[in-house]
Nanobody, 123 residues
Framework: VQLVESGGGSVQPGGSLRLSCAAS????????IGWFRQAPGKEREGVSC????????YYADSVAGRFTISRDKAKNTVYLQMDSLKPEDTAIYYC?????????????????WGQGTQVAVSS
């Protein structure tokens, strides 16, 4: 199982970024997958997750309406479209996956992690 994130970078407030998480060694169809982030001095938190069991999605209150998670099964890739970015969105963003059918979007329920990609939002 391997996950590789890309798409991070530096943007001004109000800007957009799209993160990608390419999976290999397994098929995303059967795994829940999520995006998590960790800012300096803070705990890792769930940003957005999607379950394989029912395709349900979760968004943290802080990103609901601004971020969109999507999955391209043909490319075995998950995306996080981030719009209207704020300075408080600055963090390292990780994708992670688990074979659990009904995980919540919390880090301890996810088993396999990518290396992370940095997102910095500042003027």
């Amino acid at each position: 199982v391997q996950l590789v994130e890309s798409g991070g970078g530096s943007v001004q407030p109000g800007g957009s970024l799209r993160l990608s998480c390419a999976a290999s060694g397994f098929t995303l169809d059967y795994y829940a997958i999520g995006w998590f982030r960790q800012a300096p001095g803070k705990e890792r938190e769930g940003v957005s997750c999607i379950r394989s069991s029912d395709d349900s999605t979760y968004y943290a209150d802080s990103v609901a309406g601004r971020f969109t998670i999507s999955r391209d099964k043909a490319k075995n890739t998950v995306y996080l479209q981030m719009d209207s970015l704020k300075p408080e969105d600055t963090a390292i963003y990780y994708c992670a996956t688990t074979p659990r059918l009904w995980p919540t979007c919390t880090p301890y329920e996810y088993d396999y992690w990518g290396q992370g990609t940095q997102v910095a939002v500042s003027s």
